[in-house]
Every structure is written in C-alpha cells, then in structure tokens.
C-alpha cells in the first residue's frame, strides 16, 4: 500500500484514511516490515498529510513537571525503579507553585504532573490532591496527571479536583511481554485504572515501548490493544537502556522503528494526539517524530531546570534545550506554530472560563 505507488497515489490513500478507511493486520504487518528509507519517507508523507487535514500547522504543548522519582515499583526498563541506587528528589509544594510561576506567559497547553509510585502519595492521596489543586491555581492550565496505577476513589477525587487528563502506559498490550517488563504488577488493574478514568470524564494516553522485544506481531497486538478504549492520546516511545537496569545490556540501534509507529498510529488515529517526546532525542528528534505524523510535544521543561525526565537524554549535557521558547522557535522554522488554548480546551472537551466583565461603578 505504500511500495510502487507515486505521490498521487499517496494522496489518495490519506484521503481515504481521513475518510474513515480502517487498516487489517495486513496492511499494519506490510507497514511494520518496511525498511528502505524511501518507503519510510512515503510513509511518513502520508502521515504528515492525515494530520495536517485535522490539525494545520498547529502544535500543542506540554509542560513536565516530575515532582518525585521515588518508587516502589521494579520496572526491569526504568532508571526509577526501587532497585536502581540512584539519588532520587521529592519536591515540596512551594517548589512546585514556582515551577508553575515560570510558566505563566508560556506557550504552554498543559501541566503534566508525573512521579513513580511513591508510597509518600500513594499511601496518603490527599497530599497529591492538594499538588493538583495548587497547580490549578497557579497556572489555570489543564492538567495531566501520571502518577502509576491509582485505585478508583482516588482517581474520581482528582478528577473532582481538576485533573483532566490520565496518562497510564501499558508498555504493551503483549501480556507475556508486560510481565517481563512490569515484573510483579497486574496487567488488568492498570488497564482498568486507564478505563475507569475514561468513564468518569477523563481524557485518558495509552502507550507503548519498541526496541524491548517486541516482534511485529507483539507490536500488532498492542496496537489493536490500544484500539479498544479509544484513547485521546497515543504515544510510542524508544525504549533507551538505563544504566543500573536489567535491560541495561540491550543494543538499541536507532529511532526508526518509533518514527514509523508514529507515522501508523496517525494512520490508525487520525485526529488523535500523538506526542514527539524530548526525553528521547531532544529537540532534533522533536523534529524527526513531528515529521513523522505527531502533534503534540511533550517533557518540555522550564530552562536551566534540574527537573529530571524518565529518560533524560542530556542527563549528562550541560545545556538543555527543552524550553518553552526554543521549542516555539525550532517550530517556527519547521512552519508550524503553537495551537491556542481554546483550541487545545475543544480538544480535550474543556471551553476556557469567560473572564467576567465587572462593571465600573461611578462613585
Ligand atoms: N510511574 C508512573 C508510571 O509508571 O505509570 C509514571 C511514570 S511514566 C510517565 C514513565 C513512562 O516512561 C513509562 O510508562 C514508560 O513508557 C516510559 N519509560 C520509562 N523508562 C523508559 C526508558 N528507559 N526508555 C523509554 N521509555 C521509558
Ligand atoms: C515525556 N517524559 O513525554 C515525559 C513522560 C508522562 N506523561 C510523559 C514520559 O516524554
Ligand atoms: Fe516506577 Fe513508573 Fe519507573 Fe515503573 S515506569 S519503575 S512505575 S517510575
């Protein structure tokens, strides 16, 4: 469907995509097995067209703010878990009011608020209650919370309290492969925790990793997996081995098979956000994934921020260009611009508060 057809042909195909046309495992089994960078090209031509019907040159930005790196969890891929002994922060509620007063003014769309499950807030929710509140106030931005699998009354109590947005990454909907990765978690109780969350009201972000076994069929079933809640957001990311991990050893060759999966989720998601994370490459490899079909950007960070990320890619460079205003800049010259908040708050099913107008009263 990609191979031997010219441009025109490739027109028609994202006509047909933005018509309604759905992809079978076929189709995804020849697109996953595509390697010659000619076809990848066309594939991700045809990606850029999809999102371009549904989005112009509009971008949405997020803002990340990973407020505790502690973490109960042993996930064999994550520089976090308990077993890495590595310095870890927890921050306090005034650090995190003045990260949310550096974004004021900011082309920003949404504050991301992440941690591991640290036993601090799981075991005690209200505190990270009162971090979602004061994050609404300081900034008034919607918010997005990914804070691990969190029981059911908890999620209801921070959607109460102006959470709008569940981020929850199965990893992958292989259920062998979950196990291997997510060692001692439940697969159902995370895809319930995401699935309960769309039920009351959230928007909701499924995710997976590649370059952590994942065969083309395994990449299938999480695709389809993926499929069934209908998330408002989709990501993949490259898994990037971490030092003092299990999977420390493993040889990641390239970001290439993530491009494509970018580029097939636009195909299967078509007026979905999919995000073009800095963690994994920064801002040269923002460029590549927005290329590839992605209208999102996400893990931007305030700059000189010491704030960690789940990768980190320049955890060892001195200068980290994940700010607001080189992100803009770099759009800039891609042709493409920061979409409007109101924009952003139709998508996600939120309309911006009017400010009311007081009259002047002669006295
Ligand atoms: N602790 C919460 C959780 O696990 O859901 C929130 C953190 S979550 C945002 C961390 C996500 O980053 C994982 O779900 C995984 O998709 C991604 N991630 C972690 N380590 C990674 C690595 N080494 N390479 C690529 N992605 C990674
Ligand atoms: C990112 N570091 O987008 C963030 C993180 C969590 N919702 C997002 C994985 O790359
Ligand atoms: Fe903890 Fe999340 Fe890392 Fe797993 S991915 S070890 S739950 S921070």
Redesign the pocket.
């Known amino acids: 469907m990609i191979k031997n057809i010219d441009y025109h042909g490739l027109d028609i195909f994202a006509q047909d995509i933005v018509n309604g046309l759905q992809l079978t495992d076929a189709n995804l089994r020849e697109l996953l097995s595509l390697t010659e960078e000619e076809d990848l090209l066309k594939l991700h031509y045809v990606a850029r067209k999809v999102r371009d019907h549904f989005f112009g040159n509009k971008v949405f930005l ?1 803002s ?1 703010v ?1 407020f505790s790196t502690h973490c109960k969890n042993n996930c064999t891929f994550c520089y976090y878990n308990r077993c890495n002994d590595i310095q870890r922060y927890r921050l306090g509620m005034d650090e995190i009011r003045n990260i949310c007063r550096t974004l004021k003014n900011e082309s920003i769309h949404m504050v ?1 608020l ?1 941690m591991g499950e640290d036993p601090y807030f799981h075991n005690e929710p209200e505190r990270f209650v009162d971090i979602v509140k004061a994050v609404k106030e300081e900034t008034g931005l919607p918010i ?1 919370i ?1 804070p691990g699998v969190m029981n059911d009354g908890t999620l209801s109590r921070l959607h109460e309290s102006g959470a709008d947005f569940l ?1 929850l ?1 199965q990893e992958t909907h292989d259920v062998d492969l979950f196990h291997k990765l997510r060692v001692g978690q439940s697969f159902e109780e995370r895809m319930h925790s995401r699935q309960f969350a769309k039920n009351i009201g959230y928007c909701v ?1 499924d ?1 997976i990793l590649t370059g952590v076994g994942n065969d083309i069929d395994s990449t299938i079933k999480s695709l389809r997996g993926m499929q069934k809640i209908r998330p408002d957001m989709v ?1 993949v ?1 490259t898994f990037v081995p971490q030092e003092g991990t299990p999977l420390e050893e493993i040889d990641q060759k390239s970001s290439l098979s993530e491009l494509k999966i970018i580029s097939i989720l636009r195909l299967m998601f078509p007026d979905r956000l999919i ?1 073009a ?4 490459e920064g801002i040269d490899g923002m460029v590549h994934r927005l290329n590839a079909g992605a209208n999102v950007v ?2 931007i960070i305030p700059s000189d921020s010491p704030l960690e ?3 980190n890619y320049d955890r060892e460079l001195e200068e980290r260009d994940r700010d607001p205003k080189s992100v803009v800049k770099r759009l800039k010259s891609m042709g493409m611009e920061p979409a409007s908040q109101d924009e952003f708050n139709k998508i996600i099913g939120k309309s911006t508060p009017k400010t009311v107008e007081v009259p002047v009263v002669a006295i």
């Open positions: 997020y990340f990973y991301d992440t997005m990914s981020a990454y972000e995710g990501r990311m995000p994370s800095l963690d994994l996400t893990s990320g789940v990768v």
